[in-house]
């Protein structure tokens, strides 16, 4: 087959318009790999964003601080922070004592942000992003349901 024969059989055929970005399909699993890793959940609600952000105060808040998680309000973002001494830490304290009892002065810091906002279509977005362990992570996941 020649280029001009090629030229021929595309004649007939109908224009399309060319893609514009790729088009990406998100994992409607919840997650399933234990440990503190990083997640982003966003969901469209179809209520007042007031009374989003009071239910946030009544399940979302309670929840996390069962998993040491302190909340602070930063503008209109919810900011849950933990801080705690990973496992290793202990272990070099007791094999390298006493100066490994310095590896207990190391702490690290995990932080989940909750952004509550009105959008266009009247109702609310929740926008939740940042580094959780494998429960915390299932239960933001369960929000688009």
């Not at 069962?66 to 990973?86: A, H, T």
Request: with cysteine; hydrophobic share 45%.
């Amino acid at each position: 087959m020649t280029l001009l024969e090629l030229g021929d059989l595309h004649e007939d055929l109908p224009e399309l318009e060319p893609r514009r970005g790729k088009v990406v399909r998100r994992s409607t699993r919840a997650p399933r790999v234990p440990g503190r890793l990083a997640f982003v959940e966003r969901v469209q609600l179809k209520t007042h964003p007031a009374l989003v952000r009071g239910q946030a105060f009544e399940v979302i808040a309670p929840s996390l601080a069962r998993y040491g998680y302190k909340l602070s309000i930063e503008g209109s973002s919810l900011v849950f922070r933990c801080r705690r001494r990973p496992g290793w830490t202990i272990a070099v304290a007791i094999l390298a004592f006493p100066l490994g009892l310095l590896a207990l002065l190391h702490t690290e810091s995990d932080e989940i942000v909750v952004r509550i906002e009105a959008s266009a279509g009247g109702g609310t977005s929740l926008l939740a992003h940042g580094v959780g362990p494998l429960n915390v992570r299932r239960a933001f996941a369960r929000l688009r349901d």
